[in-house]
């Protein structure tokens, strides 16, 4: 059996797995959108970058067989994004004569500079909706306030009647949690 069919990668691989299609959507269309304009694209390119490569991705992901020996996932698909964005930008060039400052901006050089925190920040954002059911309320709670909102540990005690133990048992368990979720998300990307 392949390594990827149990990950969101491996279930795209079937187009016709719309709830797999939705996840892998709703997690990389912000990424390849947030890229997209941290590269001065305008909303409206940024959106058609986003769909050419959902398009690009629906064709090419039936065949991807990921090999980390060749290669991260997220390298993959930040090459396929910088392409679509430098298409877009040829694009615009067609209808503009001055295009010297989108040049400028567009240095592939940088890319991976611009795609790494956004790449990694969204697949945060995403483990910590699929952790949040697995914790009581109170101990997500304490997590978020100690840790995402950098709130004393003394606030958090008082706010949730809860001990200091607590908030520090909260903050393991859910870090715990959120690394073995980056792991299944990502750990296979590098």
Not at 8 to 18: F, Q, W, Y
Not at 124 to 144: G, N, Q, S, V, Y
Request: hydrophobic share 35%; charged share 35%; proline share 4%.
């Amino acid at each position: 059996m392949d390594a990827t069919d149990g990950t969101l990668i491996g279930r795209v691989r079937n187009p016709r797995d719309s709830v797999a299609w939705r996840e892998f959507t709703t997690l990389y269309r912000p990424i390849i959108l947030r890229y997209s304009r941290a590269r001065y694209l305008t909303t409206a390119d940024a959106d058609d970058v986003a769909q050419d490569v959902l398009k690009i991705l629906v064709r090419r992901l039936k065949t991807f067989d990921y090999d980390p020996a060749k290669g991260r996932f997220s390298n993959w698909l930040l090459t396929i994004v910088d392409n679509e964005i430098k298409r877009q930008q040829r694009k615009r060039r067609a209808k503009r004569a001055n295009t010297s400052f989108l040049e400028a901006q567009a240095d592939p050089d940088d890319s991976q500079a611009i795609w790494e925190p956004i790449f990694v920040k969204e697949h945060i954002k995403r483990c910590l909706k699929l952790a949040k059911p697995d914790f009581a309320p109170k101990t997500f709670e304490a997590f978020e306030r100690s840790f995402l909102k950098e709130e004393s540990t003394g606030s958090v005690c008082t706010a949730l009647n809860i001990n200091r133990n607590q908030v520090h048992l909260a903050r393991h368990r859910v870090l715990k949690r959120l690394k073995e979720l980056m792991v299944e998300q990502i750990g296979y990307e590098g």
